[in-house]
């Protein structure tokens, strides 16, 4: 399997290590507008594959040097700096699929071939990729609120003093501020949270409820304030879903794809295998949070327009 990374700075570096730590790939094709920087991270994480799997990674000079790639991740262009929100780097983000994905398509095989969008804002991004490279709405997948998701399972686990593993608990909509926590169909094993919590004298009131959404939402800012970027989270989730494709898992990811009906991309659970995204499932929501997932939506759907 050959998998092309567009954009190798801190995220498309740090999914190259993390898809070269998979060992499920056998070339890695580094890409970036400034050719310096990819040769540079090809070079160093080349020597890192001796340590671990014999991993073929290269910088590309052209896009002909992608051909045969059946996985592209698109992770270049701007990113937040610090008091930055996502919405922010629209239009220049914007430029930057518009001019990525024609190039990427004149080299792959429209048959085969499926995205994977990191760049900001993550979910108008999708719709842009999908829209210019004309590829079925299951191949072109963003990474969506997998991220955000780990990020609340991560939390919830230190509350509850069970593995993050156990926990099933899902953040829908945006992967930005308007997400939305569902913890209506949040469950631990196989039990309800709010039953777990009941069983466990592990209270879990509103209040603490909504300074958990407060962390989840506001991750990559303290990141960001504290690093500059961030890298090791996204690495580490562009790898899982990598995983999930190539190996045919059939694992439920909250990524965000185009619904054609209403032609629109969000993050909701759904089955990923080798095609892609396979089924886009609808959560148990309450009132609050279906309302909250209209407005998400809404405020998405206002973005692209903005383009
Ligand atoms: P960075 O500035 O470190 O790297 C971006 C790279 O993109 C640079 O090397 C730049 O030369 C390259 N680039 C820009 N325009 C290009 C073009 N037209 N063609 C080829 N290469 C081009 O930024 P970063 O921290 O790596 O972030 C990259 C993107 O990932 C940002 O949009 C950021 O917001 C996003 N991100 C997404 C998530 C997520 O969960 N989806 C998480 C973290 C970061």
Request: charged share 20%; hydrophobic share 45%; aromatic share 4%.
């Amino acid at each position: 399997m050959k998998v092309a990374i567009i954009g190798t700075g801190s995220v498309g570096a740090a999914v190259a290590t993390a898809i070269k730590n998979t060992g499920l790939v056998h070339e890695i094709v580094l890409f970036d507008r400034d050719g310096i920087r990819s040769r540079a991270a090809a070079m160093d994480l080349g020597h890192a594959a001796a340590f671990s799997f014999d991993v073929k990674i290269t910088a590309a000079n052209t896009y002909r040097e992608i051909r045969g790639s059946e996985i592209v991740v698109i992770a270049a262009g701007a990113n937040q700096k610090p008091g930055q929100t996502r919405t922010d780097l629209l239009s220049a983000n914007a430029a930057v699929i518009s001019d990525i994905i024609p190039r990427v398509m004149a080299n792959v095989d429209p048959k085969r071939v499926k995205i994977i969008v990191v760049t900001n804002p993550l979910d108008v991004m999708v719709m842009l990729a999908q829209k210019l490279s004309k590829l079925p709405v299951s191949r072109v997948i963003g990474t969506g609120t997998m991220l955000d998701s780990a990020r609340l399972r991560t939390i919830l686990a230190r509350n509850l003093d069970v593995s993050p593993m156990s926990i099933n608990a899902y953040v829908l909509g945006e992967h930005g501020d308007s997400s939305v926590v569902n913890w209506e169909s949040a469950t631990v094993g196989a039990i309800p949270l709010n039953d777990f919590c009941r069983t466990m004298k592990l209270p879990l009131p509103a209040t603490t409820r909504k300074t958990i959404e407060h962390r989840v939402r506001n991750a990559a800012y303290e990141i960001i304030q504290g690093r500059g970027a961030t890298w090791d989270g996204i690495g580490a989730a562009v790898a899982d879903l990598l995983r999930c494709i190539i190996n045919d898992e059939k694992r439920i990811l909250t990524v965000s794809t185009c619904a054609p009906k209403t032609n629109l991309s969000m993050s909701l659970p759904s089955i990923v295998g080798s095609d892609g995204v396979v089924h886009v499932l609808t959560p148990r929501l309450s009132s609050a949070e279906g309302a909250a997932l209209r407005a998400s939506a809404r405020i998405i759907r206002k973005n692209y327009n903005n383009i």
